[in-house]
């Protein structure tokens, strides 16, 4: 792109093609005013599109098939071994919604038998057993196989994190057709967007889950609340239209745009709309203020494009 610090710029940002299937191309003419010197910024949105073998993205969505698994473990005193492992319900683990907020806590086992519980059930109880609690859902029909799957969602709060005891991910899995092995990818349940993909392997006997895991200690019912909860609130899938906005100060192209959490953002240039393919500028992710990225070649003609993921 030719630019020179003598000439400001105008700009006309209205022109708008919807294709109809996700994409919005908007195109950006950047001209130097009282200059032979030709500025073309080409500025193209592309939406998120899902379609089956293509990357799909899920996020915390209360209506989901969630399901719940419970692995008991002994706790590390007495030799960290494993007892069982089975079904349980998601409010059992303990996980609850509440409109699209999704609470994690410490599991409570209403037993008070010394299995459970040192000395036995009551308050102020030690737990004796290590709880490995999963909320996931899962997919057995084959249609995430071969692709990259995204799971994302705002972590709102986490105070079971002040317990070093316990711990609490987000994970995708790919599972064996007899769950005898898998392939994960997880991330701490940190406060903010979280954002894990795992490419899955193309075999439609697998089963892919993506959910959360919370570990540590059972806990006497009445003593719940001193442990702290993990609260976790969907991010849209799908991005927003975004108006950019280019400006040029001394040399240096500016292009603003705002953002969303939970996707990234790639500005990308060309030379020609002719060349083969499109080089990466930088790669940003939303925290729902704006982004403003900057190049500074100067004396280049260069056309940008915007992909949201």
């Not at 073309?40 to 989901?64: C, E, H, Q, R």
């Not at 993909?197 to 540590?216: C, K, M, W």
């Not at 990234?264 to 060309?270: C, D, G, N, R, S």
Request: aromatic content about 10%.
């Amino acid at each position: 792109m030719l630019m020179s610090k003598r000439h400001p710029i105008a700009v006309n940002a209205n022109k708008r093609r919807d294709f109809g299937d996700g994409r919005i191309n908007y195109k950006t003419i950047i001209k130097p005013m009282k200059s032979l010197i030709n500025c073309i910024a080409a500025l193209t949105l592309m939406g998120v599109a899902v379609s089956a073998k293509a990357d799909t993205t899920f996020t915390v969505n209360p209506g989901a098939a969630w399901l719940g698994f419970m692995n008991v473990f002994e706790i590390p005193a007495n030799g960290g071994g494993y007892v069982f492992g089975n079904s349980w319900g998601a409010a059992d683990l303990v996980a609850t919604f509440s409109g699209n907020t999704l609470t994690l806590a410490p599991n409570s086992v209403n037993d008070p038998s010394s299995f459970w519980y040192t000395p036995s059930g009551m308050p102020g109880a030690v737990g004796n057993k290590t709880m490995d609690a999963s909320l996931y859902v899962e997919s057995n029909d084959g249609s995430l196989g071969g692709q990259t799957i995204t799971f994302t969602g705002q972590v709102l709060s986490n105070t079971l994190t002040t317990n070093t005891a316990y711990t609490s991910v987000a994970f995708i899995k790919d599972f064996a057709p007899d769950f005898s092995s898998s392939v994960s990818s997880t991330v701490a349940l940190t406060p903010g967007v979280f954002n894990i993909s795992l490419a899955t392997i193309n075999d439609p006997t697998r089963h892919v889950q993506y959910g959360f895991e919370t570990i540590g200690p059972d806990v006497w019912i009445t003593d719940v609340g001193n442990y702290g909860t993990v609260k976790i609130a969907p991010v849209s899938n799908t991005p927003t239209a975004v108006a950019i906005t280019p400006s040029l100060a001394g040399g240096t192209l500016k292009l603003s745009f705002p953002t969303q959490n939970g996707f990234a953002y790639t500005v990308q240039y060309k030379t020609n709309l002719t060349d083969a393919s499109w080089s990466t500028l930088t790669v940003t992710n939303g925290t729902g203020a704006s982004a403003v990225v900057t190049d500074t070649t100067v004396g280049a003609r260069r056309l940008y494009r915007l992909s949201i993921q």
